[in-house]
């Protein structure tokens, strides 16, 4: 980490919305880190944050197996800020009284100022805000230095602030949309009680990211990285290639179940213009081999992994001198939000080529580690990466084994890859790739029985996909136009031999997934 970048520190007690205070203090244009809040007093110091956010929790200060946390971090005299349990501990350290709300707190409120200093600096008083509240305690008497700035219906402690400490304390939640003014408390805070500079961007990052990693790689040393052409990966490896030039080896594998033209576009990109040390390896029969007679879901993905790694690690060992695994592993991997339970870092199983680093005796190199999704994109935009592929929809490892239900047969996937390219060029051609977050053809073995021309025709389904997301963790159908619906189901018809009838899959994440298997 670099002396020159001011740290925010925020402490975890587990909450839900402790992602959300880090983006949202990162959209201030500060850089700031999520911690468990069991990290020991010299790891704080060592970090050396300019500023301490406490974030909420589903526990309660007074409970016996309430969080461990050393209070001595508020010795280190850096302005505190404490959301929800936060502000409890605020509390309680410093001499006042916390107990069990009559009743608990959930959804909106609104809170009047009353002081419109500190974090209420940009407030006039008896302004009144919208907030979001979800707290089942509540203070019932200030510690001494502390006063009030905001009042609820409920509390007159709802938020409240020691100046000459610059500690303060919210029972509200600033991150969250439903708060509207939350980023200019956010703010208050942390340009106007703590002084900080908004100068942080994913693009300054990028330049420290690259000395990291060419620090790191010495000099007669390389690395190995999986590129699969998606979004996290490819920034990975562009961001490693500057680092380290040609000791970085990308490994691309065609697996047999990719898009249409994919292979082609990924050597073009990365071997032409990103000068990038690339093997491509044509593992189709492999793949495919196995998949032969395999209908189940689980087994195929099974096999796709397993054959992947095999390929991967026999690739792996063919460059001399390979000592580091670059993965494009970003923070929400990484971090879990109920931190103090014990830190662990978690991987999606998708991101990590198991079991392989300790395996081949490889060191991990996760550049995007500290990153969110559009963070990464904006580094990739710094290191000049086109926006097509940095907008890149999803694409699942086990690629089109997932989208072709049933048997897997070259002829399915070449009739699934047709279908395929035209839902991706329709969406293009509407305008609404970057609005939908994935859209795809499903190839059912469902047959059905239609007409064209003057024949009787009798094939498959194709069902097609398209999904609003933020994350990938829940999704909307995606309302698409009637006439674009429309254009698609008839192109699939006319110009995919295979195909006679087209759905569309109207049904949300939960209860459905986005993909079919
Ligand atoms: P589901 O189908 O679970 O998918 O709603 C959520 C998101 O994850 C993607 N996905 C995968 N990505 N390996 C991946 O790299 C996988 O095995 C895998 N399975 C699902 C899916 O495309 C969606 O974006």
């Known amino acids: ?52 956010i406490l974030s909420g929790g589903p526990s309660s200060v007074y409970d016996e197996d309430a969080p461990p946390f050393d209070p001595r971090v508020f010795e280190l005299g850096i302005p505190v800020l404490g959301i929800c349990y936060g502000l409890y501990l605020v509390a309680q350290t410093f001499g006042g009284k916390v107990e069990r709300a009559t009743a608990r707190e959930y959804g909106a409120a609104r809170v009047v100022v009353e002081r419109p200093e500190g974090i209420f600096h940009r407030f006039s008083k008896r302004e009144t805000l919208d907030v979001w509240m979800s707290h089942g305690d509540r203070i019932v008497s200030l510690p001494p230095g502390f006063a009030t700035i905001g009042v609820s219906g409920n509390t007159p402690f709802c938020a409240v602030g020691n100046a000459e400490k610059k500690i303060y304390g919210l029972q509200f939640h600033p991150e969250v949309v439903h708060t509207p003014r939350g980023s200019d408390i956010l703010a208050s805070f942390l340009f106007d009680v703590s002084g900080l500079h908004p100068t942080w961007t994913p693009g300054s990052w990028t330049d420290e990211a690259i000395d990291i990693v060419r620090q790191r790689v010495g000099a007669d040393e390389h690395a190995v990285c999986g590129l699969s052409g998606g979004v996290d990966s490819s920034v990975a490896a562009v961001l490693c290639h500057k680092a380290i030039g040609d000791r970085l080896t990308c490994i691309f594998v065609d697996n047999g179940v990719l898009r249409e033209g994919e292979v082609e576009q990924v050597v073009a990109t990365f071997r032409e213009n990103f000068h990038l040390n690339l093997i491509a390896v044509d593992e189709k029969k492999r793949f495919l081999d196995a998949l032969r007679g395999v209908t189940d879901p689980e087994q195929k993905r099974k096999i796709i992994g397993k054959v992947f790694i095999d390929v991967f690690e026999e690739q792996a060992a063919k460059v001399k001198g390979a000592r580091y695994l670059v993965q494009g592993t970003l923070y929400p991997d990484v971090i879990e939000s109920v931190s103090f339970k014990g830190p662990s870092a978690v991987i999606k199983s998708h991101h990590n080529v198991g079991g392989l680093p300790e395996r081949m005796n490889l060191q991990l190199i996760e550049p995007l580690r500290e990153l969110f999704k559009d963070e990464v994109r904006a580094a990739g935009e710094s290191l000049g990466m086109p926006r097509d592929l940095l907008y890149r929809q999803p694409f699942p490892g086990p690629g089109l084994a997932i989208r072709c239900l049933g048997e897997i047969t070259e002829e399915r996937l070449a009739v699934l890859r047709k279908a395929d390219t035209i839902v991706t060029s329709e969406i293009h051609q509407a305008g609404l790739n970057e609005q939908i977050w994935q859209s795809f053809c499903v190839l059912l073995p469902v047959r059905s029985v239609g007409v064209m021309g003057d024949g009787r025709t009798y094939e498959e389904t194709c069902a097609v996909r398209a999904v609003r997301s933020v994350d990938g963790m829940t999704a909307d159908w995606a309302p698409l136009p009637y006439d674009l619906l429309g254009r698609i189901s008839n192109r699939i018809i006319n110009e995919v031999r295979g195909i006679n009838r087209v759905v569309y899959d109207i049904s949300s994440k939960p209860p459905a997934t986005i993909e079919w298997e």
Request: hydrophobic letters at 35%; a positive charge.
């Open 1 to 52: 980490m670099s002396e020159k970048r001011e740290l925010v520190l925020i402490l975890d007690f587990g909450s839900q919305y402790t992602q959300l205070i880090a983006r949202r203090i990162r959209e201030q244009r500060v850089y700031c880190e999520i911690h468990p809040c069991t990290v020991p007093l010299e790891k704080v110091r060592e970090l050396n944050p300019k500023a301490l």
